[in-house]
């Protein structure tokens, strides 16, 4: 059964920074999409980054233009673990982040624009930026 469970949310305050962790079982990354989303209170959800993961390249990400220069997606194949490092955080930054994953093998799409492609989703990890 494929799981990915989020952690590293919190409290900080603007300025700050935070490292979420989406561990991923039952699941490969090779050659799949994974991402990280985010939806605020009210709002819709949206993509913050997404990656292809190929073994024999480098991987291909996309970011948001909301977080590009401040969050780095980054990954551990061997810990099958999902990495969104955030830095200089502010307050528009908060939300519940998930992670989310294609199930699809060997299609890399990766949209941050449209949620609904993702099959796979964890339960999401509440980040709060104060002013």
């Known amino acids: 059964q494929v799981q990915l469970v989020e952690s590293g949310g919190g409290s900080v305050q603007a300025g700050g920074s935070l490292r979420l962790s989406c561990a991923a079982s039952g699941y490969t990354f090779s050659r799949r999409c994974m991402g990280w989303f985010r939806q605020a209170p009210g709002k819709e959800r949206e993509g913050v980054a997404t990656v292809y993961t190929i073994y024999t390249g480098h991987p291909v990400t996309y970011y948001a233009d909301s977080v590009k220069g401040r969050f780095t997606l980054s990954q551990d194949n061997a810990k099958n673990t999902l990495y969104l490092q955030m830095n200089d955080l502010k307050p528009e930054d908060t939300a519940m982040y998930y992670c989310?994953?294609?199930?699809?093998?060997?299609?890399?799409?990766?949209?941050?624009?449209?949620?609904?492609?993702?099959?796979?989703w964890g339960q999401g990890t509440q980040v709060t930026i104060s002013s």
């Open positions: 989310a994953a294609r199930g699809t093998y060997g299609d890399s799409w990766c949209p941050l624009a449209d949620a609904s492609v993702y099959g796979l």
